[in-house]
């Protein structure tokens, strides 16, 4: 039992290395081997058995054994590794160049359509977005805006109030119009510029054609000399861009808000028998507008000596249904997928401008 056993043990290694499968198996060989009770730490442990005279001869051979079976062992493991990482990526392949699996991409709603469109032709013509808080301090919803105590929009019907933030602070309410976004806007802004505000609004109605929430577009302009000439061309434009009707006919008619001096509701042309829009004969109320009172002004610390400018308003649900066909208020909030189905829009295919604003 010398060098022959030290060469068996080497052969029978290699050769359970060489049928090692995985690195469970290999784990198993090393620890037989090089493990605590393995045959190779065995036979370093007997060493002290050995005739002394052989003692030297026989550790140094153990020794060369011990190097030679720590470095084939290891690179078994090398190479099982390599193969497993060989056989996962092989497994794990991508082929990249198959067409994609389809997936519905969803559709935008009506009233996100309509806003989009908003922007996109307001701003074409110079406006700016403004947001502002749909909790409102009454004073920025009514006050300011020189609707007196006993306006009918501020009877308790129609308006949502809430409880105070503090013991004997202001009262608050659901804003009832997107006005008090012009009021901040105001105070907050130094003259000249073009805002709209679309956003929502909150009125306590509900029935067929009236919600409890219900969006709302208005627009502000100030300027040194903004008159109602520039009033009406805004207008204008506006409405045969938004409806895509380049003569579609457009009629001011006096009227009266508290917040603007003059006023004037604005007509479209429709055919009432059909419900189509343009030169039927009749007139279709769709804006209410005006040059915004110097009172208002001064409240919201513009000077009306110095500035002046125009105001409108109109309801974002409204002129969608109008411009799409849809006869029913209701769905608008369901969000019945089969109504979408119908009336929603492509994503894809945004709000651009592709009927023009009128040069
Ligand atoms: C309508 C009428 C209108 C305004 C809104 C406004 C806002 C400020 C000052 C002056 Cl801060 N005016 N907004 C002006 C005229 C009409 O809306 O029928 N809306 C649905």
């Known amino acids: 039992m010398m060098q022959d056993d030290l060469d068996a043990l080497k052969a029978e290694t290699e050769a359970a290395l060489a049928e090692a499968r995985d690195l469970r198996a290999w784990d198993a060989i090393r620890v037989g081997v090089l493990g605590k009770s393995g045959r190779l730490t065995t036979l370093l442990k007997e060493l002290g058995k050995t005739p002394a005279e052989q003692r030297r001869e026989r550790g140094a051979a153990l020794n060369r054994l011990k190097e030679a079976l720590t470095e084939v062992i290891e690179a078994r493991r090398v190479a099982l590794e390599q193969e497993a990482l060989a056989a996962r990526l092989a497994a794990e392949r991508l082929d990249i160049t198959l067409p994609p699996v389809p997936t519905a991409p969803g559709l935008v709603h009506p009233i996100s359509r309509t806003l989009e469109e908003m ?22 919803n009514f006050g300011a805006l020189n609707i007196p105590g006993h306006h009918p929009a501020r009877a308790d019907h129609d308006t949502f109030y809430l409880p105070p933030a503090a013991e004997g602070a202001a009262p608050r309410v659901l804003r009832t119009h997107t006005s008090p976004v012009q009021v901040r806007t105001m105070l907050e802004r130094q003259p000249p510029f073009r805002v709209i505000v679309p956003g929502r609004t909150y009125r306590a109605d509900h029935d067929a054609t009236h919600s409890p929430m219900f969006h ?10 903004i008159t109602l000439a520039h ?16 003569d579609l006919p457009v009629r001011f008619r006096a009227s009266y808000f508290p917040f603007t001096e003059p006023s004037m509701e604005v007509d479209i042309g429709w055919n009432r028998k059909t419900g189509e829009l343009g030169g039927g004969g009749d007139w279709l109320e769709i804006l209410g ?25 109109m309801g974002v649900e409204r002129v969608t249904m109008l411009k799409h066909g849809i006869p029913d208020l209701r769905p608008f909030y369901e969000s019945d997928i089969r109504w979408l189905r119908h009336y929603g829009f492509n994503p894809l295919a945004p709000a651009m401008l592709h009927e023009g604003v009128a040069p």
């Open 119 to 140: 922007a996109a032709i307001f701003g074409a013509m110079g406006f700016e977005i403004a947001e502002g808080p749909d909790v409102e301090t009454d004073w920025h």
């Open 289 to 313: 507008s005006g040059m915004v009172q110097p009172k208002v002004l001064a409240n919201c610390g513009i000077d009306p000596r110095e500035w002046q400018g125009f105001a409108f308003g």
């Open 231 to 246: 009033l009406k061309g805004c207008l204008i434009d506006f409405l045969r861009a938004f409806f895509g009707i380049a």
């Open 216 to 225: 709302q577009c208005e627009g502000l302009v100030i300027g040194r000399d």
